[in-house]
Nanobody
């Protein structure tokens, strides 16, 4: 099986930075696209950032210029550096990964982490 473990969520003051990490554990052949999503109370889960295995990143308009996503393929890890945080960034942040589990099977599976809480408040 594949597990995604997020960490780094915290209470932070407006304008402050925070770095989230996502580590993929388990047995698999490769990871394709990884992504960060967030869900605020009473709202739908929204895409924050995606990043391919070659490092091509896309960010939601609401976080461009403030957030940066990155990967360390050798560690099966993905990061989200968040700067200039705003109260509206408060949400549970989820990691997602599209995984090829077996070398001889091209089928990809999507996995989710359990989420990490980010609260931006003074």
């Amino acid at each position: 099986q594949v597990q995604l473990v997020e960490s780094g969520g915290a209470l932070v003051q407006p304008g402050g930075p925070l770095r989230l990490s996502c580590l993929a554990c388990g047995s698999f052949f490769s990871i394709d696209v990884m992504g960060w999503y967030r869900q605020a109370p009473g709202k739908a889960r929204d895409l924050v950032a995606t990043i391919t295995s070659s490092g091509i990143s896309n960010l939601a308009d609401s976080v461009k210029g403030r957030f940066t996503s990155s990967r360390e393929n050798a560690k099966n890890a993905m990061y989200l550096q968040m700067n200039s945080l705003k109260p509206e960034d408060t949400a549970v942040y989820y990691c997602n990964a599209v995984v090829q589990r077996f070398k001889d099977q091209s089928t990809r599976f999507s996995y989710w982490g359990q989420g990490t809480q980010v609260t931006v408040s003074s």
